[in-house]
Nanobody, 117 residues
Framework: QVQLVESGGGSVQAGGSLRLSCEVS????????MGWYRQPPGKQRELVAA???????NYADSVKGRFTISRDNAKKTQYLQMNSLKPEDTAVYYC???????????WGQGTQVTVSS
């Protein structure tokens, strides 16, 4: 059984910052790619940022220069530092990880981020 547990969401004013964390636990031998997705109200889930096992990163154009994804392999945890937040960043944020030789993807439960103007 593999679980992803997120923390760090909340409410903030525009221009503020939040840091999301996502810890992977359970029957883990290897963690490959990790990433953050978000689902704004009434919209589809979209990729925000991803990081490979080597540390290569990619970002959605809308968050480039404002968000930073990182991971601590020893802690089996990934992070999303979000700066200069905008109201359009309001969404439920989900973490994702691809683990073990079967390359199975798992999702976190989601955490709400609300940015007020």
């Amino acid at each position: 059984q593999v679980q992803l547990v997120e923390s760090g969401g909340g409410s903030v004013q525009a221009g503020g910052s939040l840091r999301l964390s996502c810890e992977v636990s359970g029957s883990i031998l290897s963690i490959f790619s990790m990433g953050w997705y978000r689902q704004p109200p009434g919209k589809q889930r979209e990729l925000v940022a991803a990081i490979s096992s080597r540390g290569d990163t990619n970002y959605a154009d809308s968050v480039k220069g404002r968000f930073t994804i990182s991971r601590d392999n020893a802690k089996k945890t990934q992070y999303l530092q979000m700066n200069s937040l905008k109201p359009e960043d309001t969404a439920v944020y989900y973490c994702h990880a691809v683990v073990n030789s079967a390359l199975t993807g798992y999702w976190g439960q989601g955490t709400q981020v609300t940015v007020s103007s």
